[in-house]
Each structure stands twice: as C-alpha cells, then as structure tokens.
T-cell receptor
C-alpha cells in the first residue's frame, strides 16, 4: 500500500541553522511528491513538487527537496532557518490514483 | 487573484442546527476537494468532485452532504453534527483529478460543534 511517513512530529532549530524535515514514502509506482506548509490559522500552501523531471527540486522561500529513489525519501531542507519559517510542514504523495496521501505533519519551531 | 476562498472562516453550531460551508475557486480548475483537519490526526480526504461529478466519498457520514453546482463552487452542508466533528475543513482545487496534479487549498473554515 502507498504511504507517506514524516519522521518527527516536532523539530526545533536555531535561527540561521540548517532545516531538515524528513519524509519517506512507500509506493509500487513512480510517485509524485509534494511539500506543503501551513502557517497558523491558514490553509496549506504548496512549497514544491517533484514530478521526475529533476531529483533536486527548488521551492519557494529558499526551501528545496531531493528525491532519492534508493532511500524512498524526499526530505525538505533549507540552509538557514528564519523566524518566519515556523509553521507545520506536510509531505504528500500521489501514487497513481485520484488522491494525495498526506503525512501527519512536522511542526517546525525556530529558536531565536 | 484570490485563489480558493472559503466562507465562513469560523462557525459555531449546535448539534441540531443546519449550516453550510462554501468554497469558491478563481483558478479555472475542474476538480474540487473537501478535507477535514483534526488535531493530532492526518489530513482526511472527504469528497472529490471532477467536472461537477462526485468521484470519491471517503466513507463520510451522511450528516455531511456535499454539493458542487459548477466547477467553481463547492458546498458542504452540515446537519445534526457531533462534537467530534469540530475541526478545520479545508477546500482545495486542481486542474483535474489525478495523482500528479497539484491541488491548491483555501484558508479553511473552523467548525465548532457545541
């Protein structure tokens, strides 16, 4: 069965430090993979999307993610955290059917 | 461009009330979705509409009744809800249904059932 797993429901990093949010998937077909961000009291906003055109995907706000088939991973990174990055981040996968499968989310806290 | 707009943003209703949530998209999309987001639970897909036709009902109780009069508008009619139905209800839209298609979310409607 297809699934998306986000490791770590809460991640804290210092301002200026590297952000690494982990996402692993399970799929019998080539996946489409997404990262969304949800700021407090808002809906989900697309950060970036993997469609097989390139394994390293650049998104908005300085985020990027790398698709690694051998590790079935699609981790999200940002070189230097900013206070405004504090939010909840969702990894999602499209696995050949109509719907996206979402992970359970990772809440990112930035320490001043 | 306002994207996907949901109204009301906040709704408090009693268990015997009937109310509706409204979603409108200005992106020219043909697929529309309702999701439920509860605390400490994964995002739950409720309904999918493709070109106004319902293509998925994810075992949602009948006290939730969706309506899609055209590709730009989606409603969620609510009646005799339970307190556990309190959640953030998110509407989303996409060009068409399919796993590779990006979906765009509205800001959500916070529902509290008392």
């Amino acid at each position: 069965a297809q699934s998306v797993t986000q490791l770590g429901s809460h991640v804290s990093v210092s301002e200026g430090a590297l952000v690494l949010l982990r996402c692993n998937y399970s799929s019998s077909v080539p996946p489409y993979l997404f990262w969304y961000v949800q700021y407090p009291n808002q809906g989900l906003q697309l950060l970036l999307k993997y469609t097989s055109a390139a394994t390293l995907v650049k998104g908005i706000n300085g985020f990027e993610a790398e698709f690694k088939k051998s590790e079935t991973s699609f981790h999200l990174t940002k070189p230097s955290a900013h206070m405004s990055d504090a939010a909840e981040y969702f990894c999602a996968g499209g696995f050949g059917n109509e719907k996206l499968t979402f992970g359970t989310g990772t809440r990112l806290t930035i320490i001043p | 461009e306002t994207g996907v707009t949901q109204t009301p943003r906040h709704l408090v209703m009693g268990m015997t009330n009937k109310k509706s949530l409204k979603c409108e998209q200005h992106l020219g999309h043909n697929a529309m979705y309702w999701y439920k987001q509860s605390a400490k639970k994964p995002l739950e897909l409720m309904f999918v509409y493709n070109f106004k036709e319902q293509t998925e009902n994810n075992s949602v109780p009948s006290r939730f009744s969706p309506e899609c009069p055209n590709s730009s508008h989606l409603f969620l009619h609510l009646h005799t809800l339970q307190p556990e139905d309190s959640a953030l209800y998110l509407c989303a839209s996409g060009f068409r249904v399919g796993s590779g298609n990006t979906i765009y979310f509205g800001e959500g409607s916070w529902l509290t059932v008392v």
